[in-house]
């Protein structure tokens, strides 16, 4: 979805975007080592709170941009129900989570697999990959039968492109609040401002509500 927006974008205003995908957990680290971003779009809320907190971000720029949703997915057609009886079932070998220290989705994943009660049956299945593109990856690659990954990466105008999937009900893990936040050193950068202007507007949110976040 943000490639698409920032696709948009660039077309509707001349400005350049130029995204760097990482865990939220690993993107904060780099900022605050001095890496030259000047926007952060988190997969959580508390990070953006966080560098607000350190002064690191414009406290009046943080807004919720997104609410992420949490999926579990196989590649293959016929693996996962509608249900999501598959993980009790526990005919696999690998369940595939972003790193729950760094991705938010990941530790939703965990918060999942504890509601259920599952947490001793699943542990020893667990592959984690360092962020939630990489979990995906795991999946679709088949170096795991299934994974808890975000649902906009499965999913395209409405629907589940490939593959079959459970979509978490959502009370069984906290809410994935997602929040964008201006980096100090890019308050007079007319692009950032523009970009995080145009993720409030109809267009930037057509496209994130049509990719499998709630808004």
């Known amino acids: 979805p943000a490639q698409r927006i920032a696709a948009d974008f660039e077309r509707a205003t ?5 995204l760097i995908a990482g865990s939220t957990g ?23 709170a966080k560098l607000v907190d350190e002064g ?9 941009y997104a609410l992420g ?12 129900d509608a249900e ?15 790193n729950p220290k760094l991705a938010p989705y990941g530790a ?26 990489q979990a995906y990856q795991f ?24 593959g079959s999937a459970w979509i978490v009900p959502e009370d069984l893990y906290p809410p994935i609040r997602q929040d964008a936040v201006l980096l100090v050193g890019a308050e007079n950068n007319p692009a950032a401002t523009a970009w995080l202007a145009y993720l409030k507007g109809d267009a930037a949110r057509t496209v994130i509500a049509a990719d499998g976040y709630n808004l």
């Open 84 to 98: 999501g009886t598959v993980l009790k079932l526990g005919d696999f070998k690998r369940l595939s989570i972003a």
């Open 56 to 64: 690191m971000a414009a406290a009046d720029s943080r807004f919720t």
């Open 139 to 162: 999946v679709a690659s088949g170096n795991a039968e299934l994974g808890f990954v975000a649902l906009s990466q499965v999913m395209s105008d409405g629907t589940i492109a490939e």
């Open 108 to 133: 939703a994943a965990v918060a999942v697999i504890a509601a259920l009660n599952l947490s001793d049956a699943l542990e020893p299945k667990l592959v984690q990959g360092e962020n939630i593109a």
């Open 26 to 48: 690993k993107l904060y680290a780099q900022i605050k080592n001095g890496a030259p971003f000047d926007v952060l779009l988190a997969a959580d809320e508390q990070t953006p």
């Open 14 to 18: 001349g400005h350049r975007v130029e």
């Open 69 to 80: 949703r949490l999926v579990l997915w196989s590649a293959s057609p016929e693996r996962v």
